[in-house]
């Protein structure tokens, strides 16, 4: 269960000395219960409390590091069930796979295509987080010579092999990058504990529809010494999905609400079996697409992908975006005055709302119109035109301090302002409240660029 402030408090000094920052124990208390703040800012802490603390503080799943440096990744670190009891952390990782019997011309340009595969929404770039080589051949040699091919990668490795002699070929050229290595299972067992003992490698334990055994299995490791340990119950696609997500959102009960040393760990979905079963590209990548999205709505902390369309990688970084995304603090631009195309004294001015959703639609618009103009965005924490105007965040007393704190008057030679069309119930207030002439403009902003041209002509 997630840790109070109360709890958290009783265990600080409570001499209230500041030291952290915070104006009171209390306050820092609170802070770390919504994970906003280093418990390594309380200094007064003796070590014996700090450590109690620490645990205390650690999260239902473990944090787990694949990589190294500016090359890795962090998955695990959530506390709650539900994202809107809290937050949910460190979003799920998207693998791509590549096969050890691919030729060298098709291997590097699916890297490359993994490498650069980047997406731009509401300001955040969307990218892919790890390569996971597939030991397709079940030749070692093989194996170690794609891993050696992208030891220098941008990105971290998986490494995907049941078989232990082709895993130590591989990590004995990578293993110091700290890759994933996939899997243990009931068979391999201390082959593999060995292997990411010795290379101090998070390992994948492999256990397909059988929470029994993966119990029993996940305390054996421990039990060896792995700490670093993420779980793959088994992806089965088709009418088998149904299993796969039971088995996803028990073990993350059994973590968040049992506190079940044997299930604190993140889980692995694998998407990529869809094509065993499916060869039809665009069948199988929509197949695909749908099982990531359903397994990531169910808790699952690392996927790995086989298709690298657009298409099907789209929908899924979005709705990531989405899912890891703060639901108690909307998405917010910085507000202020924004400048579009070439301006002068007599370029038109428009405003906003600093909702990410509302700016980035507003910002395409505009810029894909090549549009000329100033652009005032209004803070109304992070919300919408009508949502703002409904909750009077978007009134005439604020549109009037945006234009007067901005210095928009300075850089212009009228007093005309065009507002969201959704904004209309209270154009009447902001020229009451700034003196100045509003426009109502189109509830939609792909038709602002032809107000603009318009406006234009009747000059």
């Not at 958290?8 to 209230?16: E, F, S």
């Not at 992208?150 to 990105?155: F, G, V």
């Amino acid at each position: 269960m997630r840790t109070t402030a109360m709890e958290i408090y009783r265990l600080l000094p409570k001499t209230n000395c500041a030291k952290c920052g915070e104006g009171s124990c209390m306050a820092f208390a609170t802070k770390l219960s919504e994970k906003e703040t280093d418990l390594k800012l309380c200094t007064p802490l003796e070590k014996k409390t700090f450590e109690e603390l620490d645990k205390l503080l650690s999260p239902a799943v473990r944090e787990i590091i694949i990589g190294k440096g500016d090359r890795s990744l962090i998955i695990g670190g959530d506390e709650v069930l539900y994202r809107y009891e809290l937050t949910y952390y460190n979003p799920t990782a998207l693998v791509i796979d590549v096969s050890d019997d691919m030729d060298e011309l098709n291997l590097n340009e699916r890297v490359k295509t993994i490498e650069d595969a980047e997406f731009e929404r509401t300001g955040e770039k969307l990218k892919l987080n790890a390569i996971a080589i597939r030991n397709t051949s079940g030749d070692k040699d093989k194996f170690a010579k794609v891993a050696e091919k992208l030891k220098e990668s941008k990105l971290p490795l998986v490494l995907c092999s049941f078989d232990p002699e082709a895993m130590r070929a591989a990590l004995q050229i990578v293993g110091q990058h700290r890759p994933l290595i996939y899997a243990a299972t009931e068979n391999n067992l201390e082959d593999m504990a060995s292997l990411a003992l010795e290379y101090n490698c998070p390992l994948t334990l492999f256990v397909p529809n059988h929470l029994e055994k993966m119990k029993i299995l996940s305390r054996t490791l421990r039990s060896r010494g792995v700490k670093d340990i993420v779980l793959d119950p088994g992806t089965f696609v088709g009418e088998g999905i149904g299993d796969t997500l039971d088995n996803l959102v028990m073990i993350r009960r059994l973590a968040v609400e049992e506190n079940d040393e044997d299930f604190r760990f993140p889980m692995m979905g694998i998407p990529a079996v869809t094509w065993l079963y499916e060869k039809e590209e665009v069948l199988g990548g929509i197949k695909e697409a749908t099982i990531a999205a359903t397994l990531m709505n169910k808790y699952a902390d690392i996927l790995i992908i086989h298709g690298i369309n657009i298409w099907e990688l789209i929908p899924i970084l979005t709705l990531r975006q989405s899912l890891y995304t703060d639901p108690r603090k909307p998405q917010a631009v910085d507000p202020g005055i924004y400048e579009f195309g070439d301006l002068d004294e007599d370029s038109p001015v428009l405003m906003t709302t600093n909702f990410a959703l509302t700016y980035y639609t507003v910002e395409g618009d505009l810029k894909s119109a090549n549009a000329n103009c100033y652009l005032l965005v209004l803070d109304t924490e992070g919300r919408a035109v009508d949502v703002s105007v409904a909750g009077n965040q978007l009134n005439g007393r604020t549109v009037a301090d945006l234009i007067k704190e901005s210095g928009i008057e300075k850089k212009i030679n009228h007093k005309k302002l065009i507002i969201p069309g959704l904004a209309a119930p209270v154009s009447g207030e902001i020229e009451d409240e700034s003196g100045w002439e509003v426009i109502v403009g189109p509830r939609d902003s792909s038709a602002v660029p032809d107000l603009l041209i318009n406006l234009k002509d009747k000059k």
